[in-house]
């Protein structure tokens, strides 16, 4: 017949507690690094990976929407007359050369539309110090 020894029942009463509180303090020092990871993380301005697929998805649908439109805008400059096709000075007896160029930036700052420098025309937005 086998005997239960007392101090064996106390050793192995106590390596239990032990391993119970070992385990508690490693549960403690995870949530601890994972609350300090996720701070440092917040303070860098790091994206979440749902913003990033949020935002992929929308510059995707922006690059299929601008492929439909220049499509259209091919589709659009194919099926004008070949006599609009001309410069736009031509085509509408307008001058040319520099006088062309102070007539367009009069008259877009008589409408108070923005010109552009590199085509000399005119743009229907206004800019945002002409807004106020």
Do not use: Y
């Amino acid at each position: 017949m086998q005997t239960r020894n007392k101090i064996f029942d106390d050793i192995s009463q106590l390596m239990t507690n032990a391993m119970g509180v070992a385990q508690g303090a490693k549960d403690e020092a995870e949530a601890a690094m994972k609350g300090v990871i996720d701070r440092w993380l917040a303070d860098r301005d790091f994206v979440t990976r749902e913003e990033f697929d949020a935002v992929r998805a929308m510059a995707q649908k922006a690059r299929e929407e601008n492929a439909a439109l220049a499509a259209r805008l091919q589709a659009l400059e194919g099926k004008k007359s070949p006599a609009a096709r001309k410069s736009p000075a031509k085509a509408s007896g307008g001058t040319t050369g520099k006088s062309a160029g102070k007539t367009t930036a009069k008259t877009a700052a008589k409408t108070g539309a923005k010109t552009t420098a590199r085509s000399g025309g005119t743009s229907s937005k206004k800019s945002g110090a002409d807004k106020a």
